[in-house]
């Protein structure tokens, strides 16, 4: 085995758990009732700290593997092993496990060749036209309509787990009723 073998860094992954349908205005009522949710599950510890990549987060609590079908190896001795909420507009993408297509939501054709980033990117930052013209039915969307491969999700209310492992679907059918949306799923890494 060669040094750099040895060395070769384990990469962080993370599960995004996105409302892309919650009002705005009630991104921070809605964090504190998920907060007190996870917290009085023992899911998740109430305070902040330096446990998710680039900002503070929730670290987990006692009854962590609770929610999920099989948790990452050795995830309590993580540095990042924490849950990030987001409370403010977010393209929640996948980072490395890269992006296979953008379909049209209404007729299907992959429109990954077209310049989509400068819409999702206008959607964003709230400037300019979010609207994509699907190259193959001419109909117009908001980029945030379309489907994309592997998911990628677009709100202003988000759960991110950092490295925690495999999910049990009911976790998502729990929050879905918490939260009172349909949630999307993205599973990323850096
Ligand atoms: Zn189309």
Not at 54 to 60: D, I, L
Not at 68 to 75: A, D, I, M, Q, S
Not at 135 to 160: H, K, Q, R, Y
Request: negative net charge; proline residues 3%.
């Amino acid at each position: 085995m060669t040094v750099s073998n040895k060395l070769k860094k384990v990469s962080d992954h993370h599960t995004s758990i996105v409302s892309e349908k919650t009002n705005p205005a009630d991104s921070k009522e809605l964090a504190e009732k998920v907060i007190n949710f996870l917290t009085e599950k023992k899911i998740i510890k109430k305070e902040l700290f330096d446990c998710v990549l680039g900002s503070n987060g929730h670290q987990p609590a006692e009854n962590f593997a609770s929610i999920l079908e099989k948790p990452n190896v050795g995830f309590l001795d993580l540095r990042t092993n924490g849950v990030e909420v987001i409370t403010e507009r977010k393209v929640f993408e996948n980072g490395g496990n890269g992006l296979e297509q953008v379909n049209c939501p209404k007729c299907g054709q992959n429109q990954i060749e077209e310049d989509w980033g400068t819409a999702l990117g206008n959607w964003y930052e709230k400037l300019d036209s979010d609207l994509i013209k699907c190259s193959n039915c001419l109909s117009e969307s908001s980029i945030t309509e379309f489907n994309f491969e592997p998911n990628w999700a677009f709100g202003d209310f988000g759960l991110v787990f950092w490295n925690w492992g495999i999910f049990k679907s009911e976790f998502f059918i729990e929050l879905e009723k918490l939260i009172g949306t349909e949630l999307k799923i993205v599973y990323g890494k850096v």
